[in-house]
């Protein structure tokens, strides 16, 4: 017994129309979500280097900040060994 292929042309076509609108579909949903992902990506590097200008300027001012501290130790070590140094020349340190 042979079995008999039929095949609707009409249908075939429009079952393929279909397919190529869907597969367009689906090619501008991929150029969106590109398009979106690197807009994503840009806010997101411009959200990371505003943090990181934020701590930079953080870490400066406590670098200031401390470098001045040790300025003032230091000032204030060389007056300690002057008065030292005076006292031990008048002989009022025993």
């Known amino acids: 017994m042979q079995d008999k292929f039929y095949v609707d042309l009409s249908r075939l076509e429009e079952y393929t129309s279909f397919l190529k609108k869907q597969l367009d579909r689906m090619q501008e949903a991929e150029a969106y979500m590109h398009k979106r992902t690197r807009a994503l990506s840009g806010l997101l590097e ?13 870490m400066q001012q406590s670098v200031d900040r401390l470098r001045g501290e040790i300025a003032g130790a230091v000032s204030d070590t060389k007056k ?13 340190i025993l």
């Open 80 to 92: 300690m060994a002057e008065l030292y140094r005076m006292y031990l020349q008048r002989g009022d």
């Open 46 to 58: 411009d959200q990371v280097t505003a943090r990181l200008e934020e701590e930079l300027k953080y």
